[in-house]
């Protein structure tokens, strides 16, 4: 509900200013709500960025081959 400030002046004559404190801070919580979106957003959107920038390389090094000297020979310890 919307009251305009001599509603409010009507309802708490003292001035001491509690009732309209209440109303800010329920417009705070749908900016609080928006923020949550918002870093909702932000979220996704690096994580998306993540997966296509800095997983690509860590997946072709591990598909191209090691060359070296290092063989295994019975299967049981490294040997070169």
Request: a positive charge; charged letters at 10%.
């Amino acid at each position: 509900m919307n009251y305009t400030l001599t509603q409010l002046a009507r309802v708490e004559p003292s001035g001491t200013g509690v009732i309209c404190g209440v109303r800010a801070s329920v417009g705070s919580g749908s900016l609080l709500a928006a923020g949550n979106g918002l870093a909702g957003i932000l979220g996704s959107m690096l994580l998306t960025i993540q997966y296509f920038v800095l997983l690509p390389p860590f997946a072709w090094l591990a598909s191209v081959p090691r060359t070296g000297n290092v063989r295994m020979d019975d299967g049981l310890a490294w040997t070169q």
